[in-house]
């Protein structure tokens, strides 16, 4: 896997966004980090009170930067870490990351959580079903794929993730920022679109209709009527 190929695939696939906040140790390895994740989990789990689980994924997020040595680990180390990162999983087999198992931790959060996670990963469970790809994107290849309008998936996903920002304003705030700001990249000038020129203007419209006071919605009217004058979206689109 080259530089370029790697990258992209990080960039693809780091759950939960860049925004986060990450703190990384120069003098501590992926299996130290990784065993330090595993001890704020087993504390959390034996709590008798409820409290967010915010602060456990983002221990367990600082392993999941470490994505450079985790390619380099051998294969004793690796299945080494893949035992300590329970709740997360693990993956470096053509593409590469280490992302929280949102079906775990919303189990965890309905037994030892605030209602913020369990409307968080609830959330989550909707954006990513299977944990990794969005479900407003098709997989075409190992790290692309391009993106479904028409079925109001964007629009209605976007509508959940501001009405949970407002909900919860305190809860998992860059993380929510990131997923709104993936779903508002889905609507430029020019995108690969899974099916054809109608679904692409449908989606724009239901947006429209659906938040007409939204802030993001006088750029979309404008892009809207570009495409609808124009022909330069990708439809029919094979990614990658």
Request: hydrophobic fraction near 35%; glycine fraction near 4%.
């Amino acid at each position: 896997m080259n530089f370029k190929t790697a990258s992209t695939i990080i960039l693809l696939l780091a759950f939960f966004g860049h925004s986060a906040t990450f703190v990384y140790s120069q003098t501590k390895s992926i299996l130290q980090l990784a065993d330090e994740y595993s001890l704020v989990l087993r504390e959390y789990e034996k709590q008798t009170s409820r409290r967010s689980v915010e602060s456990v994924v983002r221990k367990g997020q600082v392993v999941g930067q470490q994505l450079e040595e985790l390619e380099a680990l051998s294969e004793t180390d690796y299945a080494l870490l893949e035992k300590k990162m329970k709740g997360f999983t693990v993956n470096r087999d053509e593409i590469v990351y280490i992302n929280p198992d949102l079906k775990f931790f919303a189990e965890l959060s309905k037994t030892h959580g605030t209602n913020a996670d369990i409307a968080f990963f609830a959330l989550m469970r909707q954006i990513k079903p299977e944990n990794v790809w969005a479900a407003y994107i098709e997989p075409q290849t190992d790290y692309s794929g391009c993106t479904i309008y028409g079925k109001g998936l964007l629009t209605n996903l976007y509508g959940r993730a501001v009405q949970f920002k407002k909900n919860y304003p305190k809860a998992y705030t860059s993380d929510i920022a990131e997923e709104i700001n993936k779903i508002l990249e889905e609507f430029p000038v020019s995108r690969c679109a899974c099916g054809n020129r109608e679904s692409v203007l449908k989606e724009y419209r239901l947006f429209i209709k659906k938040f007409p006071k939204d802030k993001n919605t006088p750029q979309i009217k404008k892009r809207l009527t570009i495409i609808e004058k124009k022909k330069d979206f990708r439809f029919n689109c094979q990614s990658g």
